[in-house]
C-alpha cells in the first residue's frame, strides 16, 4: 500500500516505467528437466549472489516496489538464502514459483516463522498431465508439499501453463475443484511460450482453447473460492501488457536485467546498472513509449500477440539475447508465433468487441 506513492514520484521525475514487483532467479540450476521450459537447458551454472540479490530488494524499495518474486530455474535450490532474504527485508512480500519437490516440513516451518514468504507450485493438470511434462513422482510430490502446508495453515497456490495438450484439463471444474480441496489459495494461469532455439510451436495453445480459458476462469470467478490471475487473458484488467517495469520486469541469474520473464533481450546488467538506470536503458524505454500494443487489451503481447512488435522493440534499443546455451535471434522466434497470432486474432476482438466492461479497461497508459 505503501508501495504506488514512492512509483508514482520516480515516474514522474524520470519519466519512466517503475515496477509494483521484480522477478529473480536465483540460480539456473533445476532438480527437474521439464519438457517445453527453457529454464532445462538454460545453464545450470549461473547464480545471484545474496548480496546481489539483497541489492536489487534494497534498491527496489526506494522506488516503492515491494513484491519480489523468484523464478528459476528452480529456486527453493537456494531455500536458505531465500529464507535469509524474507528474514532481512521483513517488510516486503516474497513469492517463489517452485516444482515444490523440495518443500519439506522444515522449510515449512522456516516459512512459518518469517511469515512473508508464499509458493506457486507449478502443476500441469492431474498426475497424468504433471508426471508426463515434470516427470514422474511429480504429482505426488506436489500433493505431499501441499498437506505440508495445510497442516500448518500456510497459504500457498499453484502455477499452470496451458498447452494445446492440457488446456481442457486445467480448465475443467474437476480440476479447479480439486486444488480448492487441497487448500489451493491461488492460481497462476500462464500460456505456453516458445521461448528457445529448442521449443515446440506445437505446444502453444490453440485459440479456442485460449477463448475456452478466458470463460472458464471468468466463470469461476464468480462461484469458486479461489483467487485467479490468467497472465494474458486479463490484460483488460492492468491496462495490457505489464512487462518492461511497467508492472514487473525480470532478472534471471546472470543478472540480466529483462523486461519480462518470457522475453529474454536486454540491453543492461544488474551487476554493473542499477534499477533506476536500467528503467531509463532503451529497451525498457521502447516498453515505456509503446504500451499498450493493441487497443484490444486481449492482444496484450509483444511477442505471441502482436507481429513482430518484439523484433522491432529489440533492434531498436539495441538488446541482445540472454539466452545462456543458445542465443536465440529475435525475428526467429517472433516468427514462431506469427501463426498464432493471427488465428487469435478475430476470435479475440470479437470477445472484445462483446465485452460490455471493454471499455473501462483504461486509457492508452503512455500516450
Known sequence: MLGPKKQLKVKEKYNCNVPWAILLDP?????LHCIGCWAADYGHQMSLAFEELDSIVT?????????YIFTGGEPLVRKDDVIRLCETHDDCAFLSFTNAT?????FADEMLRVKNFIPAMSIEGFEKETDERRGKGTYQAIMK????LRERKLPFGISTCY???????????????AMIEKGVKFAWYFTYMPVGTDAEPSLLAKPEQRAFMYRQIRK?????PIFTMDFWNDGEFVGGCIAGGRSYLHINANGDIEPC????YSDCNIKDTTLLEAYQKPLFMQYHDNQPFNDNMLRPCPLLDNKGKLAEMVKASGAHSTDMQSPEDVDNLCAKCFAAADKWEPIADELWENNPKHQYAGPRVNK
Open 59 to 67: 534498491q527496489g524499495k526506494e522506488m516503492g516496489t515491494y513484491m
Open 261 to 264: 520473464a518470457f522475453i529474454h
Open 145 to 148: 508439499a501441499m498437506d505440508i
Open 102 to 106: 523440495l518443500i519439506d516440513e522444515a
Open 27 to 31: 540460480t539456473s540450476a533445476c532438480n
Open 220 to 224: 469461476f470467478r464468480t462461484t469458486k
Open 163 to 177: 498447452t494445446s495438450t492440457n488446456a481442457e484439463v486445467l480448465g475443467s471444474e474437476e480440476f479447479f475443484d
